[in-house]
C-alpha cells in the first residue's frame, strides 16, 4: 500500500526562535542607546552610572522576556496584551531597587531600555502572529471528536495508519480508547521519530484552561497536592500585601464603610460562613452592597446573587463592579484564611450543596480560597450547578498549574476585569 503524506507548515520560523528573540530585544533595546551615546561621546562607556544601568537593564530585560514567555502558554493568552505591564514591571522592581540602595544610573538609558524593550516584542508578535499556531495530527479513536471545535489550532485528521504526518507541531490522540494494533504502532513509531503525542486531555486542557477531573480515578493532575515550598512563599507575599492594602487605603476603607451605613440601614460590613482552607469553615468580611430584608428567605436562595438582583443597593452595584466590596478580606488574609489568589469561596450552603451534587468538588480547598482567581477572570460569577462544574474545571486547572506565572497573568486579568466589570453581580 502507498502511504499518504500531510504535508505541514515547515521548521519553526527564525522570528519564532527564542535565541532570535532574545539577543535581538537585548541588541535593540539595550546596545543600541549605548552605542548612541557613544557617538556623542565615546568616554560615556566608562562612566559607572551608564555601566550600572546597562547592567541592570540586561536583568530587567531578560527577567521580563521570561516572564512574558511563561505567561504567554498559558490558555487563552493573547501575549501582545501583557508585553507592557510585564517589562513595566521588571523594569520597575530593578530599577526600584538600584535606587534604594542609591546607586547612580543613566536616566535615559534606562527609559530608553524600557521603551525599545516592549517596541521590540510588540514588533515581534505583529510579525509573528500568523506564524505561531499550533500544527497538530488528530488520530481517530475515543474522544477525540470534540477537539476540531477549539480554536487556534490547525488540526489535521489521520484517515489511515499509513499516513506520514511531516512538520507537526505533535499529534493527538486518546490514548485511552480501544485503539487498533496498527494505530498502536503508529503512535509508537511516531514517538520514536521524534514527533510528540499528547493524550486528548492533555491537549484540551492546555488550551481550553479547564481540568476535567470528576473522578479520583481520572486524576491528571500528578501530585495532589500543589507546591509546598511556593505555598509558603505565597502566603508570606499574602500577608505583607494585605497589611500594605490596610495602611494604606484605611481612609478609603473609612469612607466606603460610612458610605454604606449612609445609603442604607444596617452594619457596613457583611459577614458570612464561607468553605476555606483544607475544608475548614470560616467567616469571610465584604462591604455589603444589598439592602437588608425583614423577609424570611430560604438560606440556599439568600446566598445566591442572581443577575440583576433587586437587593443590590446603587453604591453597592458601583463597589461589586470595581471590587472595591471585596478589600475588608485582607482581614481574612493576614488572619491565613485567605489569599488574593486562588478558588472563589463559596457560602458554606452552597459548597454542601455543590458537594453533593459535584464528585471531588471538595478538592477545591486543598488551596487557600482567595478573592480573585483563573476561574473568576475566564468565567465570572456563576451559580447553577452545570456553570459551577465548569468552574471547578477551572480551579482544577489553577491547581494543576499552580506557580507564580499564574498568578501572574490572573493579577493582570485582574485588573482588566476592574476597568470593564466582567462578572459581576
Known sequence: MIATSIHLPNKRHLLLRMRFQLLGGLTFAILLPALIRMSVDQDVILYSNLQVTIIAAFIAHTTGYFFYKRIGNFPGVAAAGYILPTFALTYGLVFATIFFFRFDYSRFQAAASFIQSTLWYFGLSLATRRLDAHRLAIIPGGDVDRLESIPGVNWHRILSADTVVQHATGVVADLRADLSDEWERYIADRALSGTPVYHVKQISESLTGRVEIEHLSENTLGSLNPNQAYLKIKQAIDWAAALFV??????????????????????????????????????????????????????????????????????????????????????????????????????????????????????????????TGWAQVNQGHVAAVDDVLEKLHYDFYYIKNFSPWLDVLIVFRTIRTMLTGFGAR
Open 246 to 371: 490596610l495602611v494604606v487605603f484605611s481612609p478609603l476603607l473609612l469612607f466606603v464603610a460610612i458610605a454604606v451605613k449612609i445609603e442604607s440601614p444596617g452594619p457596613a460590613l457583611f459577614k458570612q460562613k464561607r468553605m476555606g482552607y483544607r475544608g475548614h469553615p470560616y467567616e469571610v468580611y465584604k462591604f455589603r452592597t444589598m439592602k437588608l430584608s425583614d423577609t424570611a428567605v430560604d438560606e440556599k436562595e439568600a446566598a445566591i446573587t442572581k443577575a440583576g438582583d433587586t437587593r443590590i443597593t446603587r453604591l453597592g452595584q458601583f463597589l461589586r463592579k470595581s471590587r472595591i466590596d471585596e478589600l475588608p478580606q485582607a482581614f481574612n488574609i493576614l488572619r491565613g484564611e485567605m489569599s488574593w489568589i486562588g478558588p472563589r469561596p463559596e457560602a458554606l450552603v452552597l459548597s454542601k450543596w455543590y458537594e453533593a451534587e459535584l464528585p471531588f468538588y471538595r478538592y477545591r480547598h486543598i488551596v487557600r480560597p482567595g478573592i
